[in-house]
T-cell receptor
Framework: DAGITQSPRHKVTETGTPVTLRCHQT?????MYWYRQDPGHGLRLIHY???????DKGEVSDGYSVSRSKTEDFLLTLESATSSQTSVYFC?????????????FGEGSWLTVV | DAKTTQPNSMESNEEEPVHLPCNHS???????IHWYRQLPSQGPEYVIH???SNVNNRMASLAIAEDRKSSTLILHRATLRDAAVYYC???????????FGQGTTLQVKP
C-alpha cells in the first residue's frame, strides 16, 4: 500500500461547471502527478508537482490547473468542464531514489461531463 | 527526456514464457529502467525496475543489455491474468516530468 488515495472516485458533472479532483498521500513524497487516460491514447501527463507550490505543465495541460499547498495534497481543477474532459484521471506519486524512483498510482477518478 | 520504444502488441500462449522488449537508445547513466502494467479499469501497477544488472522478483525478471540501450521484461509463465498493457519507462532522479509511451498490449491465449 503506497498510501495514495483519490477523490472522488466517480463524478458526473455538467458542462461549464468547475470540478476539483483531490490526490492525497500519506508519506511526504516530493513528486506527484496527474494523468488522464482515454481510449487509444494511453496515459497523458496533465501537470506534475515537485514540491509545495512547485508545479509544472505536462503534455495536455490546457483547461486544467493544479495546486499543492501542502505536501500531502495535489489538487486538479477543471475551471469550466467540457465534454472533451470526460476521462479517467490517475494521480501518481514517486518514491525517492533509494526505492529506484518507483511510481505508484491511485485507483483513478472517473469523470463524466454531460 | 529519454524515450522508449515498444511493440504495440504481442501474443502469448498460457503457461509459456513471454519476452517483452523495450528500446531506450538515449538512456543516460542515471536513468532507472522501470516496467509497469495496467489491467483493464485499473491504475498502472509497478512490476520491476533496474539500473544495470538483471533483476528478479516474484512477478517477473528484467534483463538489461550490457550497453543499457535495451531491456526485456520476462514473464516466466504467462497466465490469463497477465493480459495487460505493459509500459517501459525511464526514470531519472534529475527529471520531474514523466511521459509514458503507448506500451505493449499483451494478449494471452488459453
Amino acid at each position: 500500500d503506497a498510501g495514495i488515495t483519490q477523490s472522488p472516485r466517480h463524478k458526473v458533472t455538467e458542462t461549464g461547471t468547475p470540478v476539483t479532483l483531490r490526490c492525497h498521500q500519506t508519506e511526504n513524497h516530493r513528486y506527484m502527478y496527474w494523468y488522464r487516460q482515454d481510449p487509444g491514447h494511453g496515459l497523458r501527463l496533465i501537470h506534475y508537482s515537485y514540491g509545495v507550490k512547485d508545479t509544472d505543465k505536462g503534455e495536455v495541460s490546457d483547461g486544467y490547473s493544479v495546486s499543492r499547498s501542502k505536501t500531502e495534497d495535489f489538487l486538479l481543477t477543471l475551471e469550466s468542464a467540457t465534454s472533451s474532459q470526460t476521462s479517467v484521471y490517475f494521480c501518481a506519486i514517486r518514491f525517492d531514489l533509494s526505492s529506484g524512483n518507483t511510481i505508484y498510482f491511485g485507483e483513478g477518478s472517473w469523470l463524466t461531463v454531460v | 527526456d529519454a524515450k522508449t520504444t515498444q511493440p504495440n502488441s504481442m501474443e502469448s500462449n498460457e503457461e509459456e514464457p513471454v519476452h517483452l522488449p523495450c528500446n531506450h537508445s538515449t538512456i543516460s547513466g542515471t536513468d532507472y529502467i522501470h516496467w509497469y502494467r495496467q489491467l483493464p479499469s485499473q491504475g498502472p501497477e509497478y512490476v520491476i525496475h533496474g539500473l544495470t544488472s538483471n533483476v528478479n522478483n516474484r512477478m517477473a525478471s528484467l534483463a538489461i543489455a550490457e550497453d543499457r540501450k535495451s531491456s526485456t521484461l520476462i514473464l516466466h509463465r504467462a497466465t490469463l491474468r497477465d493480459a495487460a498493457v505493459y509500459y517501459c519507462i525511464l526514470i531519472s532522479g534529475n527529471t520531474g516530468k514523466l511521459i509514458f509511451g503507448q506500451g505493449t498490449t499483451l494478449q494471452v491465449k488459453p
